[in-house]
């Protein structure tokens, strides 16, 4: 057997538009990080617009609008908004997924077919959401079975994920079953964290034996922006959120241990604001409730900003927000969770005992508690306040050794360990 070291890497992602999802922002980060690693990297994307990413050949791959799939995903489309009969729900539950996804699936699997100067020696599937379509493809191309690493960025099918967020969808077992062909198929799978292998594992052992941990990277080409929000005044004790409030990451018990910190600390009144930037739609009537600190500038909730504003708004801080669900365990590595490293600046962390963030802290870490423990959130924010004012602008995380594991430097090291069979 003769083993081929890795030096040119084929990416197939979903979308590389980092305005469109927080992961997508991860993607583009691990995508650039492997060619800052040396790799000689191709993307081949369904992003259906043209993106360029800077020294990185990117080719958008065309959908196939002459096929029986996509003039049935029309059809479907056209029943459901002119005659409103939607056929969405029993359609996935004969055939798992909808006309439109089977259309993506084969117009990616043939355009990457049309690749004939660029012999890969790995191939990364990359996607968002609940899609997995280039996984999907590249299930219909066996001849890069043996170098095909499919990077599985969350809990699937969604009945897998961790309780509140579970939920049953219609044509589960098809799902089910099309997991558990990537997870015997590929020859290597990946995941954003440890938790998550060892979760995904518990339902498809093969991944345990493919399975390597590639968390969410630090991309330090990132540019700083310098137009920031008005409402954002740096000089102060910021706590930042940023990201989505999803239902059940509940904001309310932090914002009541902020409110409590604020009673005990009248004089913090003046110069500190606990701020909450993203789509906050599920929580909006409970936050109205708090119009009274919102009016006075101390609590600030503000829609989503473009992704280089929240960069610069996160080094900028005092102190950056991690929410997390209650939960008996969280195995996802946040997407947030390296730009906060990278911000340097202290973390409160707010989620299950058991999580992949709580883990890469350390469980000595001192700014952590469930998410709905009150009082005890609010003597961190008040004891992260003290520490603030004593430190006199040079408050930092301080952990290199996170810097390294979230680096284009750790990422070599993981696929040189690979080994590809020729």
Request: hydrophobic share 40%; net charge neutral; with cysteine.
């Amino acid at each position: 057997m003769k083993l081929s070291p890795i030096k040119k890497i084929l990416v197939v992602a979903e979308s590389i538009d980092v305005e469109d999802s927080s992961g997508t922002k991860g993607r583009v980060a691990l995508i650039k990080n492997l060619q800052k690693a040396g790799f000689e990297v191709l993307v081949y994307h369904y992003t259906r617009k043209e993106i360029h990413l800077k020294g990185i050949k990117c080719i958008g791959l065309k959908e196939n609008r002459l096929s029986i799939m996509f003039f049935l995903s029309r059809a479907e489309r056209l029943l459901r908004h002119k005659l409103k009969l939607d056929l969405h729900i029993p359609l996935e539950k004969i055939f798992g997924f909808s006309f439109t996804l089977f259309n993506d699936r084969n117009s990616i699997a043939g355009g990457l077919r049309k690749i004939n100067n660029f012999e890969p020696d790995l191939v990364l599937t990359l996607s968002k959401g609940g899609s997995f379509r280039p996984h999907h493809a590249l299930l219909q191309m066996p001849e890069w079975h043996h170098k095909w690493m499919a990077y599985i960025h969350d809990p699937y099918p969604m009945h897998l994920y961790p309780r509140p967020f579970a939920w049953v969808e219609p044509g589960y077992f098809r799902k089910w079953e099309f997991v558990k062909d990537v997870s015997e198929k590929a020859g290597f799978s990946a995941f954003p964290s440890q938790l998550l292998k060892e979760w995904m594992g518990s339902y498809f052992p093969q991944f345990l034996k493919t399975g390597v941990v590639i968390p969410h990277q630090i991309d330090i080409t990132n540019s700083e922006s310098d137009n920031l929000p008005t409402y954002f005044e740096p000089e102060r004790f910021n706590l930042l959120h940023a990201g989505n409030l999803l239902g059940p990451r509940n904001p309310i018990f932090l914002i009541e241990a902020f409110k409590q910190f604020l009673d005990r600390n009248p004089e913090a009144a003046s110069n500190a604001s606990l701020i909450f930037i993203g789509n906050n739609r599920e929580q909006n009537l409970q936050l109205q409730d708090y119009e009274e600190i919102i009016s006075e500038g101390n609590l600030i909730i503000k829609p989503s900003l473009d992704y280089r504003t929240v960069l610069t708004m996160q080094k900028l801080a005092a102190v950056n927000i991690i929410l997390e669900a209650k939960s008996e365990i969280s195995p996802f590595l946040p997407g947030k969770f390296p730009h906060c490293v990278e911000a340097n600046k202290p973390v409160l962390l707010l989620g299950p005992k058991l999580s992949e963030s709580r883990r890469l802290l350390g469980e000595a870490y001192d700014n952590w508690s469930e998410i709905d423990n009150v009082e005890e959130i609010s003597i961190l924010i008040e004891r992260l306040y003290l520490q603030w004012k004593a430190a006199k602008g040079d408050f930092q995380l301080n952990r290199p050794d996170l810097e390294y594991y979230l680096s284009e430097k750790h990422l070599k090291f993981v696929i040189n360990e690979l080994k590809i069979e020729l």
